[in-house]
C-alpha cells in the first residue's frame, strides 16, 4: 500500500514568511510524528499525535511552530515568521499504535530553506 | 535530558568486513533500540529493533544489548558497499518518542 507522503518536497521562502507543510500517514495509523533533522544532525523530535489524545507537543523549539492533525489522518505543520535557522529538513512518521516497539514509517521529507 | 551517543564516523571497512558500530544511552529507564539506516538524501528506514538483553540477529544484522552497560551496537556480516550509509541508534524510555542519535556514517569500498 502507499507511504507515508509529504509536500511539499522542497520549499524556499523568505525570511519572515510563514510556511506550511503536509503529511499525509499510512492509512489506518494512529500515530503520527514530525522531526526536524538539520545538516550532519540527528532527528530532533518536535511534536507526536496519538489518536484523538492531546498531542505531545514538548519538542516544538518556539511558539513559532504549531501543528494540527485532523480527522486523525492528515498533519500540518506551520512555521510562522520564518527563521534562516529553520532551514532543514521536516520528516514525517507514521506507526500503527504508537506503540513501544512500533516500527515508525518516514516520509520523504519536505527540503525547507529559509533565505 | 536523555541522551543517545554515536561515534559519527565515518566508519570504513573492507567489502565482506563485519561493521560495528555502537551507540550508548543515559537513560538506565529505556526499554526499546532501533536501528535505522539513512542513505544519503533519503529518509530513515528500520532495520533492526531489540529490547531484550543479548543478540537478535536477522540476516547479515546482529543487534546486541547491554542494559547494564547501557550500550546497543549493530553488527553488519558480509558487509557491502550498498550497505554504505548513515545509521541511526533510536532509544525510547516508554514515553513512545524514541530519541536519536546523531548517527554513524558507514563507508564500505570494494
Known amino acids: 500500500g502507499a507511504g507515508v507522503s509529504q509536500s511539499p518536497s522542497n520549499k524556499v521562502t523568505e525570511k519572515g514568511k510563514d510556511v506550511e507543510l503536509r503529511c499525509d500517514p499510512i492509512?489506518?495509523?494512529?500515530?503520527l510524528y514530525w522531526y526536524r533533522q538539520s545538516l550532519g544532525q540527528g532527528l530532533e523530535f518536535l511534536i507526536y499525535?496519538?489518536?484523538?489524545?492531546?498531542?505531545?507537543k514538548s519538542g516544538l523549539p518556539s511558539d513559532r511552530f504549531s501543528a494540527e492533525r485532523t480527522g486523525g489522518s492528515v498533519s500540518t505543520l506551520t512555521i510562522q515568521r520564518t527563521q534562516q535557522e529553520d532551514s532543514a529538513v521536516y520528516l514525517c512518521?507514521?506507526?500503527?499504535?504508537?506503540?513501544?516497539?512500533?516500527?515508525?514509517?518516514f516520509g520523504p521529507g519536505t527540503r525547507l530553506t529559509v533565505l | 535530558q536523555k541522551e543517545v551517543e554515536q561515534n559519527s564516523g565515518p566508519l570504513s571497512v573492507p567489502e565482506g568486513a563485519i561493521a560495528s558500530l555502537n551507540c550508548t544511552y543515559s537513560d538506565r529507564g529505556s526499554q526499546s533500540f532501533f536501528w535505522y539506516r539513512q542513505y544519503s538524501g533519503k529518509s530513515p528506514e528500520l532495520i533492526m529493533f531489540i529490547y531484550s538483553n543479548g543478540d537478535k540477529e536477522d540476516g547479515r544484522f546482529t543487534a546486541q544489548l547491554n542494559k547494564a552497560s547501557q550500550y546497543v551496537s549493530l553488527l553488519i556480516r558480509d558487509s557491502q558497499p550498498s550497505d554504505s550509509a548513515t545509521y541511526l541508534c533510536?532509544?525510547?524510555?516508554?514515553?513512545?518518542?524514541?530519541?536519536f542519535g546523531r548517527g554513524t556514517s558507514l563507508i564500505v569500498h570494494p
Open positions: 533510536a532509544v525510547d524510555g516508554g514515553s513512545y518518542i524514541p530519541t
Open positions: 512518521a507514521s506507526s500503527a499504535s504508537g506503540g513501544a516497539t512500533d516500527t515508525q514509517y
Open positions: 499525535f496519538q489518536g484523538n489524545s492531546a498531542p505531545d
Open positions: 492509512s489506518g495509523h494512529t500515530a
